[in-house]
């Protein structure tokens, strides 16, 4: 089982629909990261979470440290959204500060 | 403030050649990580620079290597290619590493390398 789980895997949306990712872990961590990756490469920082939820623009991330669970929400989507997302959390421990990487989401927003 | 910059964007090389790429971190950062991103495993830790001395390193073969310099510029190198190295190589800077230095602190990435190696 990885220590990273992300879902759905794949994901179609129609534009303007709210869009939410799951990720969940097992292991302990520092942060968990929202990652989104556009083709062609290049990774962006969405968020870095230690507790609770964060908001910028049409993005929410939230986090339970408890439950080992993060969401990432993206209201009235856009194509422009089009990409995927990946979740990363910076284990606590023995190996901090790497990231243990989720296989990541593809979202597809139609027009 | 520039972001995290790697050169090249893109590479091609033969199996058993060698290649060095490197990553200028932000201004002031002092910490380096290294990825590897595949089609298959997707993306995994390297290893970890800070001020010049490696903190941590994933589980990768003794080719990969990487190296820190007094700017905070680093490079990572493979030795003797293999055709499964063939993949999206990204560094990511940040201003310090976790623990008793303080943190968690946020990663930048940069572009990335695309290495093909046939």
């Known amino acids: 089982k990885n220590e990273v789980e992300q879902s759905p895997q794949n994901l179609t949306a129609q534009e303007g629909e709210f869009i939410t990712i799951n990720c969940s872990y097992s292991?302990?961590?520092?942060?968990l990261h929202w990652l989104q990756q556009h083709p062609g490469g290049g990774i962006v920082s969405l968020f870095m979470?230690?507790?609770g939820k964060k908001k910028h623009g049409r993005l929410i991330a939230t986090i339970n440290i408890q439950e080992k669970h993060s969401s990432l929400h993206i209201t009235a989507s856009h194509p422009r959204d089009s990409a995927v997302y990946i979740c990363?959390?910076?284990?606590?421990?023995?190996?901090?500060?790497?990231?243990?990487f989720g296989k990541g989401t593809k979202l597809s927003v139609k027009p | 403030k520039a972001g995290v910059t790697q050169t090249p964007r893109y590479l091609i090389k033969t199996r058993g050649q060698q290649v060095t790429l490197s990553c200028s971190p932000i201004?002031?950062?002092?910490?380096v990580s290294w990825y590897q991103q595949t089609p298959g495993q997707g993306l995994q830790f390297l290893f970890e620079?800070?001020?010049?001395?490696?903190?941590n390193k994933g589980n990768f073969p003794g080719r990969f290597s990487g190296r820190q310099f007094s700017n905070s510029r680093s490079e990572m190198n493979v030795s003797t290619l293999e055709l499964g190295d063939s993949a999206l190589y990204l560094c990511?800077?940040?201003?310090?590493?976790?623990?008793?230095?303080?943190?968690?602190?946020?990663?930048?990435f940069g572009p990335g390398t695309r290495l093909t190696v046939t």
């Open positions: 990511a800077s940040r201003l310090g590493s976790s623990g008793r230095l303080g943190g968690p602190y946020e990663q930048y």
């Open positions: 292991v302990g961590i520092s942060a």
């Open positions: 979470l230690s507790s």
């Open positions: 990363a959390v910076m284990n606590y421990g023995g190996s901090q500060g790497n990231l243990i």
């Open positions: 201004s002031g950062h002092r910490s």
């Open positions: 620079y800070f001020s010049e001395t490696q903190r």
